[in-house]
């Protein structure tokens, strides 16, 4: 089983559209979660962290279940500039400077 | 302006060649990271450093060497050891919190 995995969809959404991706992940001594955001040949660049309570950011809802072991995000209103790839992104223990591990990603095509 | 910076853009190597990447950063982050992503696939570690003359092995270490004499520099060497070297390689550092940024990236690719 891999450590974090990710639906590697493609989603093919239409602009406005509401679209949630979920993440799983294996290790349940695991303290910090991110969602990243990739474009086609670009390096990932940080989108959320995910707290416990869940957190919102404008039109995007990031949601944690501990006892499940998984990661949602939730986007709202669709734009063409959201298509891009979704990494989620899980930390091991607290105190590790390299314990983060990357989930494939989840590819998201928002259409006019 | 703060960030990371990786170069080249591109590089081309030729089988059996060495080849250093550069990442340099200005965000004052102690901890700096090289990763290499191949197509459809996450983001695998190679090295990683936490302090200034201290690194340690990632996930795929093998073929690669890496240097950390200054804070603001992570150099990854790629040698010839490395029997499947093309591949987009990132450089990262972490703040105290841990969260990563990332540099644009190199994209090494083997003649």
């Known amino acids: 089983r891999k450590e974090v995995e990710q639906d590697p969809g493609p989603f093919n959404v239409p602009e406005g559209a509401t679209v949630a991706f979920n993440c799983t992940y294996s290790n349940s001594a695991s303290q910090s979660f991110f969602w990243y955001r990739q474009d086609c040949r670009k390096e990932p660049k940080l989108l959320m962290s995910v707290y416990s309570s869940g957190n919102e950011d404008g039109r995007f809802t990031a949601q944690l279940n501990r006892a499940s072991q998984y990661i949602s995000l939730l986007i709202r209103d669709s734009k063409l500039s959201d298509s891009a790839t979704y990494l989620c992104v899980v930390q091991g223990d607290t105190g590790s400077a390299r314990q983060l591990t990357f989930g494939s990603g989840t590819q998201l095509t928002v259409l006019p | 302006d703060g960030g990371i910076t990786q170069s080249p853009k591109y590089l081309f190597r030729k089988e059996g060649q060495n080849v250093t990447l550069s990442c340099e950063q200005n965000?004052?982050?102690?901890?700096m990271y090289w990763y290499r992503q191949d197509p459809g696939q996450g983001l695998r570690l190679i090295y990683y450093?936490?302090?200034?003359?201290?690194?340690q092995k990632g996930d795929i270490a093998e073929g690669y060497s890496v240097s950390r004499e200054k804070k603001e520099s992570f150099p990854l060497t790629v040698t010839s050891a490395q029997k499947n070297p093309t591949a987009f390689y990132l450089c990262?550092?972490?703040?105290?919190?841990?969260?990563?940024?990332f540099g644009p990236g190199t994209r090494l690719t083997v003649l």
């Open positions: 990262a550092s972490g703040d105290r919190l841990y969260t990563q940024y």
């Open positions: 450093s936490q302090i200034v003359n201290d690194f």
């Open positions: 965000l004052n982050h102690d901890a």
